[in-house]
């Protein structure tokens, strides 16, 4: 459970810095997801890249400014055409609501890179059930008195889901670069990678994570992309309707 923002343009493969009390992170192993935002010229611009590689979003519009870790980047693996213009597609619906909400300071969309085996109905959205974060996040060389657990969400019942569950959640399964050995607090330029058939695509129009979970909340929209299949739900109440 972290908190990152956007990343810092660097030459470096990794980018080696001194530690700080502190740190915003991307990826870990452990995690359950990968968070990615877009809009609508860049999903357009996919339509003619095969195996594209997509950069770790920020939850909120801003961060700590002392340094990150953790895998910046994901490649999905041989994505069929169906499922990048479904992305688009995504965007377009999504793209109006997200430029009139002043929250969005980006004018971006939100999703989630999931395994396709996860139940986003049963278990929600921005959880990162990960048991090992404090290990990983070590292992990029935080000191373990300064690890810092961030969360995308600020409930406390969901922050307790995210602690309980994270040993029965499966992580998203993505092949991770080797770290370095003898690096300091690092972030990883070199992508993850996961094959398009091991994993699903969850978007949002914003980034306002707490009403995709158990909750009475109407109105709230998703959109699944599986095998290039976009489908299209709306919560009434307790429940998730597909949209026709």
């Known amino acids: ?24 992170t991307f990826f870990l192993p452990g995690d359950a997801f990968f968070f990615a935002r877009i809009d609508t010229k860049t999903a357009k611009k996919l ?9 770790y979003g920020s939850p909120g519009n801003g961060g700590l400014g002392c340094g990150f870790i953790g895998y910046h980047k994901l490649q999905i693996k041989s994505m069929p055409l169906a499922t990048r213009k479904a992305l688009l ?14 929250n969005n300071l980006d004018g971006k969309i939100s999703f989630f890179i999931y395994s396709r085996d996860y139940d986003w109905k049963k278990h929600g959205l921005a959880l990162q059930f990960n048991e090992k974060w404090a290990d990983e996040s070590v292992a990029f060389g935080v000191p373990r008195d300064y690890v810092l657990l961030g969360s995308f969400v600020g409930r ?9 569950d994270s040993s029965v959640i499966a992580p998203l399964g993505a092949k991770c670069p080797v770290l370095p050995n003898g690096h ?3 972030w990883v330029k070199s992508p993850v ?3 398009s058939k091991k994993c699903r695509i969850l978007v949002i129009p914003d980034r306002k994570f707490g009403g995709y979970h158990q909750s009475s909340e109407s109105g709230i929209e998703l959109i699944e992309i599986t095998d ?8 009434e109440k307790s429940n998730w309707i597909l949209k026709q």
């Open 228 to 235: 290039g299949k976009l489908s299209r739900y709306i919560r």
């Open 193 to 195: 990678e996961i094959e």
């Open 1 to 24: 459970m972290r908190r990152a923002i956007p990343f810092l343009v660097v030459a470096a493969t990794f980018s080696v810095g001194s530690v700080a009390v502190g740190h915003n």
């Open 89 to 102: 597609d995504a965007c377009k619906l999504f793209a109006k609501r997200a430029a009139k909400n002043p």
């Open 184 to 186: 300091k607090q690092a």
């Open 47 to 55: 339509l003619d890249v095969e195996s594209p590689t997509f950069s």
């Open 156 to 164: 406390p019942d969901l922050i307790i889901q995210n602690w309980r």
